[in-house]
């Protein structure tokens, strides 16, 4: 299994992102996948996710901000983030969740 992620990078407050995680070794289809994100000296939480059918669900902190997608025919789960928040900035990391498997993070730096 190997997950790519990128897109992250430097923005300022109110900005946008859109991080993409290319899968590879997996029938990336029956895979619900979740973004994850680590800031410092925080637990990794769990920021958005979505079903192997397309339905997604997000934590309450980006709600309304972020959305979750995905596109079966190029095996890549997309992250976009509107609105971004000196809060939102973190390690962000694409994961399987049939795998249990994390991919390298991408770093979302959000300045105030």
């Known amino acids: 299994v190997q997950l790519q992620a990128f897109g992250g990078g430097l923005v300022q407050a109110g900005g946008s992102l859109r991080l993409s995680c290319v899968a590879s070794g997996v029938i990336f289809s029956r895979h619900a996948m979740g973004w994850y994100r680590q800031a410092p000296g925080k637990q990794r939480e769990l920021v958005a996710s979505i079903t192997r059918d397309g339905r997604p669900d997000y934590a309450d902190s980006v709600k309304g901000r972020f959305t979750i997608s995905r596109d079966n025919t190029k095996t890549t789960v997309y992250l976009q983030m509107n609105s971004l928040k000196p809060e939102d900035t973190a390690l962000y990391y694409c994961?399987?969740?049939?795998?249990?498997?994390w991919g390298q993070g991408t770093l979302v730096t959000v300045s105030s």
């Open positions: 994961y399987s969740f049939q795998q249990n498997y």
